[in-house]
């Protein structure tokens, strides 16, 4: 490709989205990454795209939302187009209520999900069996919900970068950015921009994650205890994560993640004997106002940015590549106010 419409520096998800919906409309697309595709936190093996709770409605929770009812259609389309598997799921999710007081607040939870879901998708209230594929619930009851999904990371950001490839576009280490430029590097690139400012803009948060040799394919993703376990397609059970703000190896492992599986085995006996496949280590792009940042770039004039997906990158990327393609291709500006870059200045 001699030239591009538009280059994405980073080729981790928030970046190969933005690709992603660019190259659909038809544009020229260049991604660039020295480290390659999903060398950083999007290459990771939790993938929990866990909705936020249906009360206190605001416009992070409805946009999240709005990207948790199209992720079915945006992941097919990506399969379809680079015929790789993504480990998308919509498996819904179980979490134990622990007395009456968690009981009450489900109910209530229950009762907005009703008005904010708009039918598309339940949160409720059912008994616990106390056996099989689910979580321990000191009161006999559960949360069920029906918008929770998975996908598996390394898969989905191998796959996102296939379809980019197959519509044309082109992704390479090293290169000279071209046309319309959108920034999508991470925590270092939130840090990069702290250094440009007179205050924090934003930081990396390090995770630490198990991935397990147990097969719960087909199962709900089950959480407790702060712990998202989630059931991928191929056998495993990923079980994540702890959340550091200081560190000293980014991708480094350590006895955190030993307490992290010791609090796993205690909350979901079911996984007891399990083999530990894996140990990874990543750090998340923390923006300071903890949403996404989209839209113009505050410090490189005429680029744009799209960063700080912290934890919820996933969940948010098919809605978020689909607002950044329409103000970077068409000027069409639909960015929520609570995801300007100037929220976190």
Same mark, same amino acid.
């Given at each position: ?33 020295p ?20 009360e ?14 199209v992720?079915?259609?945006?992941w097919?389309?990506?399969?379809? /187009? ?12 179980l ?34 069996t ?30 996102l970068?296939s ?29 990069q ?11 990396g ?11 719960a ?39 955190q993640l ?31 106002? /903890? ?12 680029a ?38 100037a929220?976190?200045?």
């Amino acid at each position: 490709m001699a030239t591009a419409d538009v280059t994405v520096m980073g080729a981790g998800v928030f970046g190969l989205s933005v690709a992603y919906a660019c190259a659909l409309r038809g544009a020229q697309v260049r991604v660039i990454d020295p480290a390659g595709v999903g060398a950083g936190a999007s290459g990771g093996i939790v993938g929990a795209l866990a909705p936020h709770v249906p009360e206190q409605w605001n416009a992070k929770k409805a946009f999240q939302f709005e990207s948790l009812i199209v992720a079915q259609a945006f992941w097919d389309g990506v399969q379809e /187009r680079s015929g790789l598997a993504t480990g998308y799921r919509r498996s819904g999710r179980l979490q134990p209520l622990v007395d009456d007081a968690a009981v009450t607040l489900a109910q209530a939870r229950a009762a907005g999900a009703t008005e904010l879901w708009q039918d598309k998708a339940v949160w409720e209230i059912i008994p616990a069996t106390g056996a099989g594929w689910e979580p321990p619930s000191a009161s006999g009851l559960m949360v069920r919900d029906t918008l929770s999904a998975l996908v598996h990371p390394r898969q989905a950001v191998r796959a996102l970068a296939s379809a980019v490839q197959a519509l044309g576009g082109e992704i390479v280490t090293d290169g000279a950015p071209d046309g319309r430029v959108v920034w999508a590097t991470g925590w270092q690139g939130l840090e990069q921009m702290t250094a440009q400012h007179h205050r924090l803009v934003g930081n990396g948060v390090k995770g630490q994650a198990l991935l397990l040799a147990y097969d719960a394919a087909g199962q709900p993703q089950l959480f407790a205890d702060a712990l998202h376990i989630v059931p991928h397609d191929d056998g495993t059970v990923a079980i994540g994560s702890t959340s550091e703000r200081e560190f000293d190896d980014p991708s480094g492992t350590d006895a955190q993640l030993d307490a992290v599986h010791a609090r796993a085995l205690a909350a979901f006996p079911v996984l007891e004997g399990a083999k530990v496949l894996e140990r990874w280590a990543g750090v998340r792009p923390r923006s300071r106002s /903890r949403a996404p940042m989209l839209g113009h770039h505050p410090f490189e004039g005429g680029a744009f940015v799209a960063n700080g997906g912290f934890k919820i990158g996933f969940g948010m990327a098919p809605l978020m590549g689909e607002v950044m393609a329409d103000l970077v291709l068409e000027g069409v500006d639909r960015v929520p106010d609570d995801f300007r870059a100037a929220r976190s200045l």
